[in-house]
């Protein structure tokens, strides 16, 4: 079992930045690919990036390519998420997501473990 905690959110101006960090326990997540995701109110949860085990591999979402940069820290066994040039739409709880498998995905229903997420507010 994996236990996913996010944090990072709160309230920001449109243009401004947030990180958002996920820290994992439970077991190391060294070989598991990760994501974020989100849901606004009124909408499915969306993906947002992804990032393979090692890093080598990275997928945004078209909405957040330029903007948002994922990584990740094995180490320290922490998923993070930088966020640039925030924009009234990306308003939403953010969640980070794991899965039992070493393959990545951008797919909500191919990840095993969630967090109860972080919420995200950008102000115009």
């Known amino acids: 079992q994996v236990q996913l905690v996010e944090s990072g959110g709160g309230l920001v101006q449109a243009g401004g930045s947030l990180r958002l960090s996920c820290l994992a326990s439970g077991r190391p997540i060294s070989s598991s690919p990760m994501g974020w995701f989100r849901q606004a109110p009124g909408k499915e949860r969306e993906f947002v990036a992804a990032i393979s085990w090692g890093g080598a591999t990275i997928r945004y979402a078209d909405s957040v390519k330029g903007r948002f940069t994922i990584s990740r820290d094995n180490a320290k066994n922490t998923l993070y998420l930088r966020m640039d040039n925030l924009k009234p739409e990306d308003t939403a709880i953010y969640y980070c997501?794991?899965?039992?498998?070493?393959?990545?995905?951008?797919?909500?229903?191919?990840?095993?473990?969630w967090g109860q997420g972080t919420r995200v507010t950008v102000s115009s």
């Open positions: 997501a794991a899965r039992g498998s070493s393959v990545m995905a951008v797919t909500t229903t191919k990840y095993d473990y």
